[in-house]
């Protein structure tokens, strides 16, 4: 079932500010955080939005997708910056997955601290 974005977005809104009311220390250290970020001008905030937009995705987190949707538009990122940016994002979550293929290898052994250090495979 596909998600109403704005009515989303209302709701989570409407349910932040009851959890900010339970713990607002948390909320505003999260808040620091995140304005901390937008402080500096080195990425500039359409290229911020967009790596946003992209680990929201990652991470599955509907709520950030909403937000950073609006944001990078906000931004002026385009239709096609925002494809390019979650076509990185679903790259690299192939490649966290190909990597993490290479474990169970070395399920009855010790992981290596270092790429040079793996053992050669058994016949």
């Known amino acids: 079932m596909m998600l109403d974005w704005m009515d989303y977005q209302k ?3 409407a349910q932040l500010t009851e959890f900010m009311k339970l713990t607002p220390d948390s909320v505003r250290g999260y808040q ?10 080195h990425l500039g905030e359409k290229v911020r939005q967009l790596i946003s937009l992209a680990v929201a995705v990652t991470t599955h987190c509907d709520g950030c997708i909403t937000v950073h949707t609006d944001a990078a538009l906000k931004a002026g990122a385009t239709k096609e910056e925002i494809a390019e940016a979650l076509g990185v994002a679903m790259a690299m979550n192939a490649g966290s997955a190909l990597i993490y293929s290479l474990r169970p290898r070395f399920r009855r052994r ?7 250090q793996w053992p ?4």
Do not use: E, V, Y
Request: charged content about 10%; aromatic content about 0%; glycine content about 8%.
């Open 11 to 13: 709701q989570i809104g």
């Open 32 to 41: 620091a955080l995140s304005n901390a970020n937008a402080k500096t001008t």
């Open 120 to 123: 050669a495979p058994r016949s």
């Open 110 to 116: 010790p992981l290596p601290q270092t790429l040079g």
